[in-house]
């Protein structure tokens, strides 16, 4: 955790280090970041068991329970909006505002597959930094998952960002996340899948920024009615 002002939690693509958000936490303003290697995934050891996209939802409260935060704003990427849309379901009142990024509802969405250049290249770059049979356990959580059932019920302010070049997971995707979340706002960037490599990080971080600051402004407004 590091930085001032409202908690950020970041949660990480299918093979990616929490390293790989530098270029996303610099483009952003005054805020406390909150991310974590996922089981497997960094620094932190693998399970004895695979887990569920449900129990790494679980993870990532009892996270956010060790550092003493009740109440986040929450940015899912890929894999990472995965797990972001359940622990919305999940354990709603600890999600102030929601942004889902380059991802999909799981099973059910429309996936251009592992096989195309985006997804190796993907994949590729961040292979090196989780353990062979997590990202194999990790990559049947997300297959076997799907969020159709319960979209309807996420309660938070929610951003939808999906980019018109994204071959890994197709920019339908988002389009459907942002028609089935109620409260739910769609924006399309000219990127990839990678949101995290550093000129479609900072378009994040800006599209990011702008959203939580609406959100924030406009629950201050109802306060004071």
């Excluded at 356990?137 to 939808?160: E, K, Y």
């Excluded at 979340?181 to 000219?190: F, K």
């Excluded at 959203?211 to 009615?225: P, W």
Aim: include cysteine; aromatic fraction near 6%.
């Amino acid at each position: 955790m590091e930085g001032e002002g409202d908690p950020l939690l970041l949660l990480n693509g299918l093979t990616r280090p929490l390293s790989s958000w530098g270029p996303f936490i610099e483009s952003l303003g005054s805020r406390t970041v909150v991310s974590f290697d996922a089981p497997g995934v960094g620094e932190s050891p693998a399970p004895l068991l695979p887990l569920s996209i449900a129990q790494l939802a679980d993870v990532t409260a009892a996270v956010l329970d060790e550092i003493g935060l009740d109440r986040v704003d929450v940015l899912g990427y890929s894999h990472g909006g995965a797990v972001a849309q359940q622990f919305a379901a999940h354990y709603p009142e600890r999600v102030r505002r929601l942004v889902l990024a380059a991802t999909s509802c799981g099973a059910g969405s429309t996936l251009a597959g592992w096989d195309t250049h985006d997804g190796v290249e993907v994949l590729m770059n961040g292979i090196f930094r989780a353990n062979a049979l997590s990202t194999l356990w990790r990559t049947m959580a997300i297959s076997t998952w799907s969020s159709i059932p319960f979209l309807g019920a996420i309660a938070a302010p929610t951003l939808v960002v999906g980019g018109s070049e994204d071959r890994v997971a197709p920019l339908a995707n988002s389009q459907v996340l942002a028609s089935r979340i109620p409260n739910a706002t769609l924006v399309e960037l000219s990127e990839g899948h990678d949101l995290q490599q550093p000129e479609a990080a900072e378009k994040l971080a800006r599209v990011v920024e702008k959203f939580l600051a609406r959100e924030a402004l406009m629950t201050s407004e109802h306060a004071d009615l």
